[in-house]
């Protein structure tokens, strides 16, 4: 299983950025897809989360509102959608898949058994 997460780069604040997180390695749709991020100097937080089956999802509060997840299964590829960027959510962004089946869309750490390599945001005038 390997997963990519690609999109970052540079945006002033109000801005937006789509990141995607490609996934290959597995076909089933019984997993749940989260993205995380960490800033320099904090720990990783979860950003939001997507059950690939049902497509619910959940967000951290700081994003609620400002942030959008997706997928699309036959591509095997999840998306970010990222509007009124703030400076605090400069960071490197994460993708990871859960290793048991997902029941919501739920992705605590402890199940989180493949990440992709990050991308770098950077929310900056």
């Known amino acids: 299983v390997q997963l990519q997460a690609s999109g970052g780069g540079l945006v002033q604040p109000g801005g937006s950025l789509r990141l995607s997180c490609t996934a290959s390695?597995?076909?089933?749709?019984?997993?749940?897809i989260g993205w995380f991020r960490q800033a320099p100097g904090k720990e990783r937080e979860g950003v939001s989360c997507i059950n690939l089956s049902d497509g619910s999802s959940s967000f951290v509060d700081s994003v609620k509102g400002r942030f959008t997840i997706s997928r699309d299964n036959a591509k095997n590829t999840g998306y970010l959608q990222m509007n009124s960027l703030k400076p605090e959510d400069t960071a490197i962004y994460y993708c990871a898949r859960t290793k048991n089946r997902a029941w919501s869309a739920y992705c605590p750490d402890y199940d989180m058994a493949y990440w992709g390599k990050g991308t770098q945001v950077t929310v900056s005038s």
């Open positions: 390695g597995f076909t089933s749709n019984y997993y749940a």
